[in-house]
C-alpha cells in the first residue's frame, strides 16, 4: 500500500493550495497547484508504467 499512500499525501498536501487559489484567489497559490498537478501526473505515469510491467511479468 505504499503506492497509495504517496497517493493521498500528494492530494492531501495541494488541499490547502486549493483552497487558497479557488476561494482567496491567490495566484501564488495557483501556481503551486499547477506544479503539484504536474507532479501528480508523473507520478501517475511512472504507476501506470509499474503495474503494466507487473501485469506482463505475470
Do not use: H, P
Amino acid at each position: 500500500m505504499g503506492r497509495y499512500d504517496e497517493l493521498t499525501n500528494l492530494v492531501e498536501g495541494l488541499g490547502g493550495d486549493f483552497s487558497k487559489f479557488y476561494d482567496k484567489g491567490n495566484k501564488a497559490a495557483g501556481t503551486r497547484v499547477r506544479k503539484g498537478m504536474q507532479a501528480l501526473k508523473i507520478w501517475a505515469q511512472d504507476v501506470r508504467k509499474e503495474v503494466q510491467a507487473k501485469k506482463n511479468a505475470m
